[in-house]
């Protein structure tokens, strides 16, 4: 059976993602979105949206839309909000090829459909769209390609381009940039070798009327067949050009966007795409990324679906992860916020489902990236506390801090990472390598607490405290240490982390686990809360307390107060009521709406299915997980959100790569017969 028969038809915000694995390619990454049953604007189509390059943190621009004008009929269709229905595919579970169908009816009842395929050019820095529209009946008609650009950086920018027409080399281009940030965009029609656009508007979004009009507003909006010439514009820009097609029935053509640090570099990129062509292109794109598989991760199950989730997992991945080693976090960005960030966090669970799956130097690359962001100055954060050798919250591409909060697991969980690396290669030159980066990290947490860790942020970046998840890092982290310690020789340093760690994980379950709390006995999200939390951080339970037992194994699994906590999964307060996914907590209200919905999480249902596994609760867990479960969660593409509903169909972010990394991570652990990649015990 084809890898597409087990792709669940389930549209959310990004369904798919696209770069190369290699080369210039690796700095570009474009989403995909299909809008169908998620919007409630009656949106039915999918789209190309929120491309980035050589930082993947900064969009390059939002949408790009293509409309079809009848002069017949009178009509201009947008693929966004005309189409009638879509889909969104991938080529394979290893090459992240992205095919898009859209479906249209005009009031004369004449059809068209819209396939487009998606890749990036390995050997460029060029996103290479190749387009066919095929329509039922002959009429006189206008393809017009339109861009939302507004290059963004997230630092407070107010998206201020300029854009304007150029020719070179016989095609006409449009070019915008920013901060010396360019793209370039051209378009070809093979069967007439037409190059130059027939109409093009630049102009601004949101304006209506006048000089400046948006070039939506003058193909769109004013349907007329025909575009208003503008040849250059700065502000907040949108750009549009024409095809005139005829009254031809089947047309192809191709769309190539080049990125480069001038205006050259980027019609360049442009051009060696046209030139090379989308065929020429698309086979080397898949030669690249088979090759990265088969010298990387195979599938350690023998299970047609659970094979092209692995593969679609680590592509994923791997798609997300730039020239320096961070991976961002997603390609989302719900309500202005943009998950295009680097967490240390986030890192560390990319890293160890990288070991588990062989791809080292992926692993290795990441943690490298976290030995460039620890901060190893003297460095006070807003809390009034000295920073050294911890890392911010989250970054931008650049290593610049974006969020600053204090998190211990973003500080034991890069020594854990560290000492992930070193054991899985037992190599003696990666222990010496980042030795400083813990031995700082350790340091601070030696300073962070006698008897327990002091208040710091919980996971979810929302409470102030003991957090449950948070403390159990620091413990693994200083255990982590002291293996490092021992094997560089520092056997004084190694007894003081293994002391300390003794010590807070003596205390571990008097601080974390409350009896007749808010669902009986279980771990809470954090003792002493500062934030004021209904229901309250320290009486509801938390699915990152899992975590205390996988993978920084402070916590047995069949203990009394794990298996008590993991036994109130199950209750309909805490998971989606008609799926088996348990959320981040009950009342958790970090959802679309802004209300506590009904739904869960698959990463945290990936934690606690580890603990059902292996406390015996329910020996099945992590296969069904595996093999069955996580089927209805899936969008169209094959990725794994962050959210689900109460059926389990997709709510939230399906780009988030920790769940992508958790399912890595219990497909390899159900191989193995054992959870992998446990810190170091006491």
């Known amino acids: 059976m084809s890898y597409e028969e087990y792709v669940v038809r389930q549209p959310s915000d990004k369904d798919a993602i696209v770069s190369a694995p290699l080369g210039e390619g690796m700095e570009v990454l474009a989403t995909v979105n299909q809008y169908a049953q998620v919007d409630d604007r009656g949106w039915n189509g999918a789209l190309v949206e929120e491309t980035s390059a050589f930082r993947l943190d900064i969009e390059q621009f939002y949408d790009m839309h293509t409309l079809l004008w ?153 349907n007329e067949g ?3 010439e503008n040849d250059r514009l700065e502000g907040k820009v949108d750009a549009g050009f ?61 299970d047609a679906y659970a094979t092209a989730m692995y593969e679609m997992s680590l592509t994923s991945m791997k798609c997300a992860q730039d020239r320096r080693g961070g991976i961002i976090a997603g390609a989302f960005k719900p309500k202005e916020f943009a998950y295009r960030f680097v967490w240390p966090r986030d890192l560390v669970a990319d890293i160890q489902a990288f070991l588990s799956a062989g791809a080292v130097v992926e692993a290795l690359e990441a943690l490298d990236w976290l030995s460039h962001a620890q901060i190893t100055d003297d460095v006070t954060d807003r809390r009034g506390i000295e920073r050294r050798g911890t890392w911010w919250q989250n970054y931008y591409g650049n290593l610049d801090p974006h969020w600053v909060e204090l998190q211990l697991d973003q500080v034991g969980g890069p020594i854990y990472a560290h000492w992930l690396c070193w054991r899985q290669t037992g190599d003696d030159s990666v222990l010496d390598a980042y030795y400083r980066t813990s031995r700082l990290a350790a340091d601070f947490l030696l300073g962070w607490g006698e008897e327990f860790p002091r208040k710091h942020q919980d996971p979810w970046e929302e409470v102030w405290g003991h957090s449950t998840e948070g403390s159990a890092a620091a413990i693994a982290g200083l255990r982590s ?49 500062e934030t004021t939390e209904s229901p309250a951080a320290d009486r509801r339970p938390d699915a ?50 802004g209300r506590d919905e009904d739904g869960g999480w698959p990463l945290c249902e990936a934690y606690a299915d580890v603990v059902r596994w292996q406390s015996g609760v329910d020996e099945d867990a992590v296969a069904d997980y595996v093999f069955d479960d996580s089927r209805a969660w899936r969008t169209a593409a ?32 159900h191989a193995r017969g054992k959870p992998f990649g446990f810190a170091p015990g006491e």
Not at 662 to 669: D, G, I, R, T
């Open 638 to 669: 094959g990725l794994l959100p962050e959210r689900v509903d109460g059926d389990g169909r997709v709510r939230w972010n399906s780009n988030l790569q920790w769940s992508q990394a958790m399912y890595v991570l219990l497909a390899e652990s």
């Open 481 to 529: 240490m002291a293996e490092l310690a021992e094997a560089a020789g520092d056997e004084e340093y190694a007894a003081r982390c293994r002391d300390r760690a003794s010590a807070w994980a003596s205390n571990f379950e008097a601080h974390c686990f409350k009896r007749d709390a808010l669902l009986g006995d279980h771990y809470v999200t954090a003792d002493d809360p």
């Open 242 to 302: 024409g095809l005139s097609v005829g009254d031809d029935t089947d047309v192809r053509w191709v769309t190539a966007i080049g990125f480069g640090h001038s205006e050259q570099s980027a019609i360049e990129h442009a051009l060696t795409s046209m030139w090379n062509g989308y065929h020429a292109e698309r086979s080397t794109f898949a030669a690249v990324w088979e090759s990265w598989h088969e010298n990387n991760a195979q599938s350690p199950v023998d």
């Open 226 to 228: 025909r575009i208003t």
């Open 544 to 593: 990152a307390a899992f975590m205390a037992y996988w993978p920084w194994n402070v916590v047995d699994a069949d203990s009394e107060a794990m298996r008590s906590t993991v036994s109130h999964a199950d209750d309909a307060r805490w998971r989606a009521s008609r799926n088996p996914c348990v959320g981040r907590y009950p009342g958790d209200d970090y959802t679309p709406t």
């Open 70 to 222: 009848d002069e017949a009929c009178g009509q201009t269709l947008d693929v966004r909000n005309d189409a009638v229905e879509s889909s969104v595919d991938y080529e394979s579970s290893r090459v992240p090829e992205v095919h898009l169908y859209n479906a249209f009816e005009f009031d004369d009842g004449t059809t068209a459909t819209l396939d487009q395929d998606v890749l990036v050019t390995p050997d460029t820095a060029a996103l290479f769209v190749q387009n066919r529209a095929r329509f039922s009946a002959p009429s006189n008609r206008t393809i017009f390609t339109l861009f939302g650009l507004g290059i963004h950086d997230g630092t407070g920018s107010d998206d201020v381009d300029e854009a304007y027409v150029v020719h070179d080399h016989g095609y006409d281009f449009v070019v915008a940039h920013d901060s010396g940030r360019y793209l370039a965009i051209a378009q070809r029609r093979p069967s007439t070798g037409r190059t130059t656009f027939d109409g093009h508007r630049v102009g601004r979004q949101g304006v209506t009327t006048g000089a400046d009009k948006s070039a939506w507003q003058d193909i769109y909006e004013e």
